[in-house]
């Protein structure tokens, strides 16, 4: 049996946005805010929104989170916001130069659970690992489930052998590497990135390209 995972494809800066159906009903990432109408239509015809039961964000810069108080305030007080702990402050602080290069404003973001590397949650249907993945960010999280071998991968890795930058504040090359690194040792078919298209059967070889590429670099 495989996941209902839907995928709502970023528009201009925005990151994609994942809804898994089940029994908890997750939304992964909100992108910047600028198309929130849409993505929320978008969700409505997937699942009603007070139905959402977690938003989990992959990592705190403003592509990723910018919408998530459109989401959250839709869902009727049943949505709950997951964010590694690292970044729970900066969240709440509202702070974002990226989002006043693009004239948007970084909301101020009240996380309800703080997440820590290799956590269990269950998202959808299925038990998924939290894994701790810094050097694109400093709160950057993967998610992924053994069962399926599915990972969402934020901006740590992307399709085709893709990898975040890590030229940001909070940005950091050999942790990146040692990142990448780490997911090249799961068993990944679906591979479900921050930005970009999505990889239904190879996943594992993506990753692996992407740790070439990186390694390159060195």
């Known amino acids: 049996m495989s996941m209902d995972i839907f995928t709502i494809p970023g528009i201009d800066y925005d990151s994609n946005v994942y809804v898994i159906n089940g029994e908890i009903p997750t939304i992964i990432d909100t992108g910047t805010g600028f ?6 239509e978008s969700i409505q015809k997937i699942i009603k929104l007070n139905k959402i039961h977690q938003v989990l964000l992959t990592h705190e810069h ?8 459109d989401i959250i305030r839709e869902t009727d007080g049943s949505g709950r916001i997951f964010a590694h702990r690292d970044i729970v402050s900066k ?6 130069t990226f989002a006043e290069m693009l004239g948007g404003v970084m909301p101020h973001i009240e996380v309800d659970v703080s997440l820590t590397d290799n956590m269990q949650i269950t998202v959808g ?3 998924f690992q939290v ?9 950057s999280l993967c998610f992924y489930c053994k069962k399926h071998e599915v990972l969402f991968s934020g901006d740590t890795v992307f399709a085709h052998g893709g990898f975040g930058r890590y030229d940001f504040p909070g940005g950091d090359f050999h ?8 997911l090249a040792t799961l068993k990944i078919k679906n591979l479900y990135p921050g930005h970009g298209p999505i990889i239904e059967t190879c996943g594992k070889d993506n990753v692996a390209h992407s740790l070439s590429n ?3 670099l060195i």
């Open 35 to 40: 198309n929130s109408r849409m993505i929320i």
């Open 125 to 127: 249907d299925e038990p």
């Open 91 to 96: 969240l709440k602080e509202g702070k974002s």
């Open 175 to 182: 942790s990146l590497l040692r990142s990448i690194e780490r």
């Open 131 to 139: 894994l701790f993945t810094p050097g694109h960010s400093i709160g």
């Open 214 to 216: 990186i390694r390159s």
């Open 62 to 69: 403003y592509d990723h989170v910018g919408g998530v108080q």
